[in-house]
């Protein structure tokens, strides 16, 4: 049995925000995989553009073949570390010339220097993108 009581206060409210989505009948069941964005399979961390873009594609195309809807990034660093926006950036535009119906969504990792500000302006700075999923409104 899973004890909600282990978890910090932010990721209890996370989880019992997840399974509400996730249990109300009004509620489209979705399936998420966690995605580190640090994690570069097919390009490396310099690389940047439509080169990154493709190989953000073919990952959403993987996914979406075996049956998962969208992508949970954790977001380990933001505005302390750069490069987690650009990332995402590149994630959510993959996502978009895709247009396949895959849904992003943030998992603000609070471990590595985080804050509450750096959690508003990942869900500020993409909230108006067609591809971010709206499982927590």
């Given at each position: 049995?899973?004890?909600?009581?282990?978890?910090?206060?932010?990721?209890?409210?996370?989880?019992a925000?997840?399974?509400?989505?996730?249990?109300?009948?009004?509620?489209?069941?979705?399936?998420?995989?966690?995605?580190?964005?640090?994690?570069?399979?097919y390009?490396?961390?310099d690389?940047?553009?439509?080169?990154?873009?493709?190989?953000?594609?073919?990952?959403?195309?993987q996914?979406?073949?075996?049956?998962?809807?969208?992508?949970?990034?954790?977001?380990?660093?933001?505005?302390?570390q750069?490069?987690?926006?650009?990332?995402?950036?590149?994630?959510?535009?993959?996502?978009?010339?895709?247009n396949?119906?895959f849904?992003?969504?943030?998992?603000?990792?609070?471990?590595?220097?985080?804050?509450?500000?750096?959690?508003?302006?990942m869900?500020?700075?993409?909230?108006?993108?067609?591809?971010?999923?709206?499982?927590?409104?």
């Amino acid at each position: 049995m899973f004890n909600m009581r282990r978890l910090s206060p932010t990721a209890a409210l996370s989880a019992a925000m997840l399974f509400f989505a996730c249990t109300s009948a009004s509620a489209q069941k979705m399936v998420f995989a966690h995605y580190m964005v640090t994690n570069q399979d097919y390009q490396s961390d310099d690389t940047s553009g439509s080169a990154k873009i493709a190989a953000y594609e073919k990952e959403i195309q993987q996914a979406q073949a075996i049956g998962i809807d969208g992508f949970a990034l954790n977001a380990g660093g933001w505005s302390n570390q750069n490069y987690y926006v650009r990332y995402a950036s590149e994630m959510f535009e993959a996502a978009l010339q895709l247009n396949s119906g895959f849904k992003l969504m943030f998992s603000a990792d609070m471990c590595c220097g985080n804050s509450m500000n750096d959690v508003e302006d990942m869900m500020r700075r993409f909230a108006g993108n067609s591809r971010y999923s709206n499982v927590y409104y």
